[in-house]
Each structure stands twice: as structure tokens, then as C-alpha cells.
């Protein structure tokens, strides 16, 4: 989990600082958006830093954080997507992090959950614009995004497993 916040961390807050700094939303949506990831990292900080704490919950801590990284990912892609569109790379965060410590069938789950919300945000998003929604080439598009979501965490899910399997053979 520590690599998550090592790595995902910084690379969301790059990402939202660059959405605001370069495309200029409203005030509201940048307050918003800077309180959703400032709770985030509270919350984060407090559940990494108690795992061992609650080392009978940590599973479930785990899982949590999974869940609100997922959660946080989804706020901020609704705010930020219509003027970055980058921000869809904060999908990537979940099912990342169920990659370190999941079995590759919840990996896989959390994969297509993370990419089904993302594509229904795409939809919600797409009827604002009106006539009709986004398009077949940015469906294509968003569909590309979905599925690279997936075949991302699968490798990592794979990685993991590949270090556990060589830090095993090792002893």
C-alpha cells in the first residue's frame, strides 16, 4: 500500500493541479475538487498508518481504502473530465492498489467496476453536451481507456504475484 501512496499520490495530485492550473474551471468545481482530495488524503494517511494497528481488519482496511480510492476517483473525474481529459488515469488508482494484496479475480473485478463507472460518467457527462451524447469516436476512445484499465491491473496483479513467487524461492 505504502507504493501506492509513494506513487499514485503525487502523479493525482500532478494530475488535478495541472486540470486547474491549465483549463481553469470554476471556483466551486476547483474548492470542491482540492477538498475531495484533501479528505482522500486524510482518510488514506489515517488507514495506512492504523493497518497495523488493526491488524485484524487490515483485509478489510484494505479493502476501504480500495473502495474510497475508487469513490475519490469517480468525484474528481465527474468535476475535472470536461476540462482535462487526462483525468480518466485516476481510474487506474483502485484497482492498482487491489493488485498488491487481492487474488486476480477481485483484481479483475475492481478492473471492470472502476472501468464501468468511468464509461457511465463518460455517458452522464456526454449528455450534458447534448445532441446526442459524445460520439462513436470518443466512445471508441473511452472504451480503449476501459480496457486499458484492466489490462494494467492484470499486470500488476501479475507482478505481485511474480515478487511474492521470487522473494519465496529465495529463502
Do not use: C
Not at 479493502?63 to 475519490?72: D, E, F, K, S
Amino acid at each position: 500500500m505504502h507504493i501506492l501512496n509513494y506513487y499514485f499520490t503525487p502523479f493525482a495530485v500532478i494530475l488535478i493541479l495541472f486540470a486547474i492550473f491549465f483549463s481553469g474551471p470554476d471556483k466551486n468545481v476547483t474548492y470542491l475538487s482540492f477538498g475531495i482530495l484533501a479528505g482522500a488524503f486524510v482518510i488514506n494517511y489515517w488507514l495506512n498508518r492504523n493497518t497495523y494497528r488493526f491488524l485484524r481488519w487490515s483485509r478489510h482496511i484494505r479493502a476501504v481504502t480500495v473502495w474510497l480510492n475508487l469513490a475519490v476517483s469517480a468525484a474528481l473525474f465527474y468535476l475535472l473530465s470536461a476540462y482535462w481529459a487526462p483525468m480518466w488515469l485516476l481510474f487506474l488508482t483502485a484497482p492498482a492498489a487491489s493488485a498488491m494484496y487481492m487474488r486476480k479475480w477481485q483484481v479483475f473485478l475492481t478492473a471492470l467496476l472502476s472501468s464501468t463507472v468511468m464509461l457511465a460518467l463518460y455517458y452522464v457527462r456526454g449528455l450534458d453536451f447534448g445532441e446526442g451524447g459524445l460520439g462513436t469516436q470518443l466512445w471508441a476512445m473511452a472504451a480503449t481507456q476501459a480496457v486499458f484499465i484492466i489490462f494494467f491491473s492484470m499486470f500488476a496483479a501479475a507482478m505481485a504475484e511474480m515478487i511474492v513467487k521470487v522473494r519465496d524461492s529465495a529463502r
